[in-house]
């Protein structure tokens, strides 16, 4: 699986965040099909005492255009969100994008 630009970068910050990355990738089958989520991490809350599961998709955004990356981001997350649900329902999953494209592309009125 080709990794995304930033996917070092986001792995890093998650670290430094105390996040202990579980699985690089994260991988999960569901009905014979293979998914490849491109993190996996785990942190401990103490105050509730208890584990907070996530995974995250990174996505570069680095094409033509954006509405094309928008629409194969969205798709992936939707099928990977799906397949957590049934494998693992009580990790969240994260789309991590750079932040320049969070705030001129994501706060747009079609994607919110």
Request: cysteine-free; charged content about 30%.
């Amino acid at each position: 699986m080709a990794r995304d630009r930033f996917h070092s970068v986001v792995r890093s910050a998650l670290k430094k965040e105390d996040w202990q990355i579980t699985a690089d990738p994260y991988e999960i089958r569901v009905d014979e099909v293979d998914f490849e989520i491109d993190l996996a991490a785990e942190t401990l809350i103490a105050a509730v005492r208890h584990q907070k599961k996530i995974a995250v998709e990174v996505k570069s955004f680095i094409a033509p255009s954006n509405v094309s990356d928008f629409h194969t981001a969205l798709g992936q997350f939707l099928n990977y969100r799906d397949a957590l649900d049934i494998v693992e329902p009580d990790r969240l999953l994260y789309l991590a994008v750079r932040q320049t494209i969070y705030e001129s592309f994501f706060q747009r009125r079609f994607i919110i």
